[in-house]
């Protein structure tokens, strides 16, 4: 049964009105437009559809629209291309395919608002469930270290 929902993506208010166990990522893709955030697997196992709830990277193809009402939602548009985890994928390269990055640029971006200095450990703990078709991981490793202000 269709309900109106209150959300709060990009900064932006939307009011929604969906069924309640429609999956946040559909509402993003199909409601609102917003395309940049992917589907890849369904079952929050690929990260492709990554996006940030109150500031935490949250998987939104099995987030109920329900669940994410009232909540702070950021999607890959929300960090406006010049936030520095899309400056340092641009300049190391990062993408190959692309699908996977929107997905990749939300975890790390999560990571760098908590971890201003990470480790590899932490990157590849923060992107464990994000996988790289393509394997570029040093890259995305390497682009992490240089939007935290460290080496690259």
Known sequence: MAK???????????????DGNMK??????????????????????????????DGKANRSCTMDVSAAALSEITTIEGLGGSHPVQQAWREIQVPQC????????????????????PTDADIDRALTGNICRC??????????????????
């Not at 709060?8 to 009105?17: D, E, F, L, M, S």
């Not at 929107?102 to 971006?109: D, E, K, V």
């Not at 394997?135 to 690259?152: D, E, L, Q, W």
Request: positive net charge; glycine residues 14%; hydrophobic residues 40%.
């Open 4 to 18: 109106t929902f209150q959300l709060r993506v990009n900064g932006k208010q939307h009011q929604v009105t969906a």
């Open 98 to 117: 692309g699908f996977c990055q929107p997905g990749q640029i939300m975890s790390a971006a999560a990571l760098l608002a908590e971890n201003k200095n």
């Open 135 to 152: 394997g570029t991981y040093v890259r995305i490793r390497a682009a992490v270290h240089k939007a935290a202000g460290g080496r690259s």
């Open 24 to 53: 946040l990522l559909w509402v993003l893709r199909d409601i609102l437009g917003l395309k940049g955030t992917k589907f890849g697997c369904g079952v929050a196992q690929c990260g492709a559809c990554t996006v940030h709830i």
